[in-house]
């Protein structure tokens, strides 16, 4: 098994099965052991700062040659047991200096590497460290600031190989002093490490036990980052290409759609009074292929308006789903009433309000409100329309699938939350010393297309048109060479379409 495949599987992450639900939380395996959570990257990390310091700027080998010094320094004594940057602070001065000159020695190039530290005026034992290593010679402040970068580039990842490798000199001192002790079976190869035992378990170990010894509480973790992001500046980290719509439509294509559409409602209307069945299910087609034609001629498909669109599909489809399975002309009325009553209070908090939405038509409001009955005669429901959810009506209508792929994550984008806000207006910022926090991007970065998926939702809805009133056969597909009309045979179709009520050749592209 290939390096690459053995860090995929070790840094694989637990699935949702693995999840334990409690209430309307869903908790992955760790969050259900009892435990305090503690940071690498934020708070731990930066306790083991020399010697990310070194193993990011010298051989690997040599760094753990440097590692394995520092462990035959503390064997034995387990007041020096404690190796991180605070720890280090806490020993006695003789013990400290001592081990501040083996490092400073342990290397040629370990002096100019472990100089960094001393540009943190906050560094617990800050004169100790200033006393062995000297103050940064001016002319190299570049350099030193590159030993630093990169140490901290190669150990942000608290499973990568060099943070494993910082972690596992803390275990390797912590059994060396007696603090910690553990069977020989498991204890042999983390003294021994790398060199003994499969690393697919070994490394895991180390990183289990490390985390089981968290540092005393101490201000030098923020400390550091805080001089770090003061003292350099954000790079925000240009954006990956995003995946481009695989699938090309016209809005000459989903006109025609709408068009042939309208003729089967024609052909299937057999009365002029409200059949909510009937409505309901045309209505539904036409809606998604109004909002599948606005993402075509805007071309917003990569846009968060894309997502709105695509969660306005996907809803759309589970209801008229479920209203099929369900078929019961009392639920069929239940929708529409819904939808009434949802119409009237509008109208009526817009006609009582004295800063009224602009995109209001009060006017219009009323009219659809009274349209099927008078207003007087029409309840409000506040709540869901069958009291239910569109989880649970997507479990019913037998298409929790589609549930489970598409609403989710565009409901963040109709909600606002931060998963809508991360992905379309933040930037990774490329400087590691800054943790590569996010940052407010000005750029408008696209996103990955939604028109593919939208196509996919409308085909189903004309689907489920089809099996409650068939002969439709009606598709949206792929147009990669479309037809070109002329300018003049354009607006004649049109010409011929708003002054004609027989549009079945224009339909049918003339054949």
């Known amino acids: 098994m290939s390096e690459s495949k053995k860090d995929k599987e070790e840094n694989r992450s637990s699935n949702i099965s693995k999840h334990k639900r409690e209430g309307s939380v869903l908790k992955p395996p760790i969050r259900q052991m009892p435990m305090t959570p503690s940071s690498w990257k934020d708070d731990r990390m930066p306790q083991m700062l020399w010697a990310v310091l070194l193993i990011a700027n010298l051989t690997r080998e040599e760094a753990l ?22 720890g280090i602070a806490s020993w006695p001065k003789a013990d400290r200096v001592a081990l501040l000159n083996l490092l400073h020695d342990s290397h040629p190039h370990a002096k100019s590497i472990l100089q960094t530290l001393v540009l943190f005026p906050r560094l617990p034992a800050y004169k100790d ?53 553990m069977p020989r079976s498991m204890g042999s190869p983390i003294v021994n490490y790398p060199n003994e035992g499969d690393m697919r378990e070994v490394r895991p170990s180390i990183r289990a036990s490390e985390i089981s010894f968290p540092a005393e509480a101490s201000e030098w973790p923020e400390d550091f980052w805080k001089a770090c992001l003061q003292t350099t500046l954000c790079a925000p980290m240009p954006r990956e290409e995003q995946r481009r719509d695989k699938i ?71 209801t008229l789903a479920y209203l099929i399975k369900k078929d019961d002309s009392n639920i069929w009325n239940e ?140 598709q949206i597909v792929h147009e990669p060479n479309p037809e070109k009309r002329s300018f003049l045979k354009e607006l004649y179709s049109r010409w011929r379409y708003k002054s004609s009520y027989k549009f079945l050749k224009f339909i049918t592209g003339g054949k």
């Open 65 to 86: 040659d440097i590692f394995r010094k520092v462990g035959a320094f503390v064997m034995g004594h387990e007041a020096l047991s404690d190796v991180t940057i605070s």
């Open 335 to 474: 929708f529409r009433n819904y939808g009434i009553g949802q119409m009237k209070l509008s109208y009526l908090k817009a006609r009582d309000s004295n800063d009224k939405p602009a995109f209001i038509d009060e006017k219009f409001l009323k009219q659809i409100a009274n349209e099927d009955r008078w207003e007087e005669f029409s309840d409000i429901e506040l709540g869901h329309w069958t009291s239910s959810t569109l989880r649970k009506l997507s479990e019913e209508a037998g298409c929790k699938d589609i549930y489970d792929a598409y609403y989710d994550w565009t409901s963040t984008f109709s909600h606002g939350s931060w998963g809508a806000i991360r992905e379309s207006s933040f930037a990774i910022c490329a400087n590691p010393l800054h943790r590569l926090h996010p940052i407010p991007s000005v750029s408008v970065y696209t996103l990955p297309g939604v028109l593919e998926d939208i196509v996919k939702i409308t085909n189903l809805v004309l689907q489920l048109i089809e099996s409650q009133y068939p002969n439709l056969s009606l």
């Open 129 to 181: 460290w200033e006393e062995v290593f000297g103050n940064v010679m001016a002319g190299t402040e570049a350099q030193v600031a590159d030993f630093l970068t990169k140490g901290v580039l190669v150990t942000l990842d608290h499973q990568s190989q060099e943070a494993t490798d910082c972690r596992w000199v803390k275990v390797f001192c912590l059994i060396l002093t007696g603090k910690f002790s």
């Open 248 to 318: 090309k439509i016209t809005n000459t294509q989903v006109n025609r759609a709408r068009h042939l559409l309208l003729l089967h409602f024609l052909k299937t209307d057999n009365s002029s009074a409200i059949d909510a069945k009937h409505d309901t299910i045309f209505g539904t087609g036409f809606y998604v292929l109004r909002l599948l034609d606005e993402m075509v001629v805007t071309n917003l498909s990569r846009g968060a308006v894309g997502r709105l669109t695509l969660r306005s599909c996907v809803e759309s489809f589970i």
